[in-house]
């Protein structure tokens, strides 16, 4: 599913001019296409409309397997990452 949240960044309060911040959030079955869906359109906006795609801040997960069985998670953070668990 994809839920959506609008918000002004300075909260709700200022100016109508105020940049506005958009949050989604993806969600679905293992294997969907989420984390691919979030790659292409964050490389899509990047080379359509460089200025916007700096704005872009998130990040989604991917599941680390080894041996056929789920390790854990790394976390992308649009560009970057990290692990988010391991299995001891």
């Known amino acids: ?5 609008t918000e002004s960044s300075s909260g709700g309060k200022g100016k109508a001019s105020a940049a506005r911040r958009q949050h989604i959030f993806l969600t679905g079955q293992p294997g969907v296409g989420k984390s691919t869906m979030v ?4 490389e ?7 200025d916007l795609a700096e704005g872009i ?7 680390v397997r080894r041996g ?3 390790e854990g998670f790394d976390v992308v953070l649009m560009g970057k ?3 988010l668990g391991k299995r001891a």
Do not use: A, H, Q
Not at 1 to 5: A, I, Q, R, V
Not at 39 to 42: D, I, P, Y
């Open 39 to 42: 790659r292409r359109c964050v």
């Open 68 to 70: 056929g069985e789920r």
């Open 57 to 63: 801040r998130g990040f989604f997960t991917e599941e």
């Open 44 to 50: 899509r906006l990047g080379s359509e409309r460089p």
């Open 81 to 83: 990452g990290g692990r």
């Open 1 to 5: 599913g994809l839920k959506e949240k």
